[in-house]
């Protein structure tokens, strides 16, 4: 029987590449939009980095630059319910700094009216601002015009019949974990019921979750695969003044330098999947 992949991510702001890239190489993709906000993460190796909830890496002449949405005080609850804040109004300074970066880029042009018009909506929350710049990515890689009102299996429907992208649905975890609110569970535990709901029988994740919180006994007992990511950001063109190259930006950057095949092709090529139990047995 072939493996039946699941992945998932907390939803990001306009998310890096190595995310879709997993997205697109999944059967089952997931908006964990269940999980607590927060503003940075820890890592294994002690760093403290921005959590990217918020957050999206670009670059421009002058070098890295990390743009961001505002919300309301942190409430401490899941980033389904996270407000956003639009006083002031930070997505006409967005704009303003995506033109300073991209306006020479040769999509650019191609992009900035989706932008514009994905930007002037109001989302109430973190999670309703992350899923739709997800979504428009998915739309553009897929040659899909966006709208606001495109549903997730609309676009699911269309990556099932795209060459390379083994992609078939898009669910929100606080609609298939809805039945466990309120029962105290692990991380694991969660993703083990997320993978039985959607009856997958194996799970991608990425280094850092690995490392971080995985309980890889319980996947075992479970009958279920675990796979670690391997995904090589190849080298494309970022503009004059960009150098050396810098991989795994925003999906803003990858569809404002290519077309969208091209940025399709090069998210879903160089892509393995590495079973877990290999790796720990090879460290």
Not at 97 to 119: F, H, S, T
């Given at each position: 029987?072939d493996t039946?992949y699941l ?9 890096r590449l190595?995310?879709?890239s ?8 997931i908006?964990?939009d269940?999980?607590?906000f927060?503003?940075n993460?820890?890592y294994?190796d002690?760093?403290?980095q921005?959590s ?7 670059v421009?002449?002058?070098?890295l630059?990390l743009l961001n949405a505002q919300?309301?005080?942190?409430s401490g609850q899941s ?5 956003l804040?639009?006083e002031p109004d930070w997505?006409?300074k967005?704009l303003?700094?995506l ?5 020479k ?6 992009i900035r009216?989706?932008l ?6 109001s989302?109430?929350?973190?999670a309703?601002?992350n ?8 739309c553009?890689?897929l ?6 009102q495109?549903l997730p ?14 992609l ?5 975890g606080?609609d298939?974990?809805a039945?466990?609110?309120?029962v105290?569970s692990?991380?694991t535990?969660r993703?083990?019921?997320l993978c039985?709901k959607?009856e997958?029988?194996?799970y ?8 971080s919180y995985?309980e890889?006994?319980?996947f075992?007992?479970?009958d ?6 391997q ?5 494309y063109s970022q503009g004059?003044g960009?150098s050396?190259?810098v991989?795994n930006?925003?999906?803003?950057d990858?569809?404002a330098h290519l ?5 399709l092709?090069l998210?879903t090529?160089?892509?393995?999947l590495v079973p877990?139990?290999?790796?720990v047995?090879?460290?």
């Amino acid at each position: 029987m072939d493996t039946r992949y699941l992945s998932d991510i907390q939803p990001q702001f306009f998310p890096r590449l190595h995310y879709f890239s997993r997205m697109l190489n999944s059967h089952e993709f997931i908006f964990r939009d269940d999980v607590q906000f927060v503003r940075n993460h820890r890592y294994p190796d002690g760093r403290r980095q921005p959590s990217y909830q918020i957050h999206t890496p670009v670059v421009g002449s002058n070098g890295l630059l990390l743009l961001n949405a505002q919300i309301k005080k942190k409430s401490g609850q899941s980033i389904r319910y996270q407000q956003l804040s639009y006083e002031p109004d930070w997505t006409k300074k967005l704009l303003n700094k995506l033109d300073e970066c991209y306006r020479k880029a040769p999509c650019y042009g191609a992009i900035r009216g989706e932008l514009v018009g994905l930007l002037n909506c109001s989302y109430a929350t973190v999670a309703e601002l992350n899923i739709r710049t997800t979504l428009w990515g998915l739309c553009r890689l897929l040659g899909l015009t966006y709208d606001n009102q495109i549903l997730p299996s609309s676009i699911a429907a269309i990556a099932a019949t795209t060459p390379g992208c083994l992609l078939r649905s898009i669910c929100l975890g606080s609609d298939l974990l809805a039945d466990q609110a309120g029962v105290v569970s692990t991380a694991t535990d969660r993703i083990l019921m997320l993978c039985r709901k959607t009856e997958s029988s194996g799970y991608i994740a990425g280094g850092t979750a690995i490392a971080s919180y995985f309980e890889l006994g319980k996947f075992y007992s479970g009958d279920m695969q675990v796979f670690q990511q391997q995904w090589r950001c190849a080298e494309y063109s970022q503009g004059p003044g960009v150098s050396p190259f810098v991989a795994n930006l925003s999906i803003l950057d990858l569809l404002a330098h290519l077309e969208p095949s091209k940025a399709l092709s090069l998210l879903t090529s160089d892509f393995e999947l590495v079973p877990v139990d290999c790796l720990v047995k090879s460290g």
